[in-house]
């Protein structure tokens, strides 16, 4: 079993977002920490790289191959 290291740090946010990721939390079953560091991690993805993410290429390949035919007329 792999043991997780977390920092402890301080920061302030805006209530709303907070009760927003303290109620996704519980409607997962899942601590409010995991949340947010998903959060953080999306983030960090979306600002740190210049190549589309994983899931956004995967989904694009998708709907080519299933409305490749209807993407060829709409660009007529």
């Known amino acids: 079993m792999t043991t997780v290291v ?3 740090f301080s920061s302030q ?3 709303e ?3 927003a990721l303290r109620e996704l939390a519980a409607s997962q079953g899942r601590q409010f920490q995991a949340v947010l560091d998903d ?3 999306d983030y960090l993805d ?3 790289r210049e190549r589309p993410r994983r899931h ?3 989904s694009f390949a998708s709907s080519l191959e299933e409305f490749d035919s209807l ?3 709409l660009a007529k």
């Open 39 to 41: 959060a953080l991690r």
């Open 46 to 48: 979306r600002h740190q």
């Open 71 to 73: 993407y060829r007329e």
């Open 17 to 19: 977002v907070l009760a």
């Open 56 to 58: 956004v290429m995967a």
């Open 13 to 15: 946010a805006a209530p």
């Open 6 to 8: 977390r920092e402890k």
